[in-house]
Structure formats: structure tokens, C-alpha cells
T-cell receptor
């Protein structure tokens, strides 16, 4: 599995934007970039995914570098409910996802 | 609630006992996955079903572990002769048939504690 690198932890103030970075220098041309998050005591939850173009949905935006070797998950206004571990995953069509250890986001009221 | 359902949510057992977890996927989801998550780590893939066929198993799935999905609907994960190292959260996920987009729907997990 191609690997991703994320900071172990990040902090954000409530109602401010949050940019969660992910490096994936070994990404292949057919790998999608997926983001999941895991709230305390819950299973992971799908957030967003993309291939080359930036993507927006109701939860977040995904900005993908032109060379696809890095991406950034953007939460436009962090709330306390966004405190979670965020996983950046490269998905190449296999029957499983490799999660890594993710970034623990702390939101400060 | 039409999400993925797992039972029991918590299980405490003594070393050497057998335990079984059940997963009910989202209705009509053909694909079903089992993952294991230990403290401070991300989920690790265990096994994958397409309908009733078990198509992939991780090396993490030792001989003491067995998973079934007899009618292509619910699935069970059994651990025989449990060891303390089996203590973890066992997560089930499902996804619809057709093109595999990588979007999995996870349950809340079954937490196993082996004393």
C-alpha cells in the first residue's frame, strides 16, 4: 500500500478554518485520495475523496496539489464536534483501506 | 437507524474463552469488511466478503479467528481461545456493490477486553 504522512496532532480554535495536511509522495496515477475521520468511541466516518481536482462537499473541501504528492483537508469553520482523528488514505481499488495513525484534531472553545 | 449495526458493543472475557461478534451491514450492501483497532492505532484490515464469499484475509487473521457471512447478509467474527493480545475494538464496515469507490460505512464497533 502506498503510504501517507500526517502530523500526529493539530489544534484549532472553534469557528476558525482548519487545514489538515497529508503527504503522499509515492502516490500512483490511479490512486484516489480518501479522508475519513473517527470521533471518540465511534467507527470511522467517510469525509471526502478526490483524484486530481479539488472537491467540495457539505462536510469539507479537499485541495489536491498539482503533482498529487500532497493534499489538504479543509474544514471551513471548526466546531467542537469536529474534534476527531482524521485519516488520509490512498485508495487504489483494493478490497481494503490502509488507515495509518492519522492526525488528532483538538478544537479549542 | 439504517446504519451498520454491531453486537455486542462491549465484551469482557477471560483468556482462553471463545467470543463471537455479529455485524449487520446496511441493507443491500454486497461488501462487508472486518477491521481491528488497538489503542492509539488506526484500524487494520482483517477480512472482506463479497456477498457470502470471503475473498480476502489479512495475515492478522490467525487460525483462531474465523469469519462467516452465510447468507450474504449478516456476518459473524469468532475468536477461539482468546489471548490478551486480542483485546481491541473490532469494527465492521459495508459498502454497496458495483464499482468499489472506497467509501465504507462503519459500525460503532465491538470492544473486546481479554482478562
Amino acid at each position: 500500500d502506498a503510504k501517507t504522512t500526517q502530523p500526529n496532532s493539530m489544534e484549532s480554535n472553534e469557528e476558525e478554518p482548519v487545514h489538515l495536511p497529508c503527504n503522499h509522495s509515492t502516490i500512483s496515477g490511479t490512486d484516489y485520495i480518501h479522508w475519513y475521520r473517527q470521533l471518540p468511541s465511534q467507527g470511522p466516518e467517510y469525509v471526502i475523496h478526490g483524484l486530481t481536482s479539488n472537491v467540495n462537499n457539505r462536510m469539507a473541501s479537499l485541495a489536491i496539489a498539482e503533482d498529487r504528492k500532497s493534499s489538504t483537508l479543509i474544514l471551513h469553520r471548526a466546531t467542537l464536534r469536529d474534534a476527531a482523528v482524521y485519516y488520509c488514505i490512498l485508495y487504489g481499488g483494493a478490497n481494503n483501506l490502509f488507515f495509518g495513525t492519522g492526525t488528532r484534531l483538538t478544537v479549542i472553545p | 437507524d439504517t446504519g451498520v449495526s454491531q453486537d455486542p458493543r462491549h465484551k469482557i472475557t477471560k483468556r482462553g474463552q471463545n467470543v463471537t461478534f455479529r455485524c449487520d451491514p446496511i441493507s443491500e450492501h454486497n461488501r462487508l469488511y472486518w477491521y481491528r483497532q488497538t489503542l492509539g492505532q488506526g484500524p487494520e484490515f482483517l477480512t472482506y466478503f463479497q456477498n457470502e464469499a470471503q475473498l480476502e484475509k489479512s495475515r492478522l487473521l490467525s487460525d483462531r479467528f474465523s469469519a462467516e457471512r452465510p447468507k450474504g447478509s449478516f456476518s459473524t467474527l469468532e475468536i477461539q481461545r482468546t489471548e490478551q493480545g486480542d483485546s481491541a475494538m473490532y469494527l465492521c464496515a459495508s459498502s454497496p456493490g458495483g464499482t468499489n469507490t472506497g467509501e465504507l460505512f462503519f459500525g460503532e464497533g465491538s470492544r473486546l477486553t481479554v482478562l
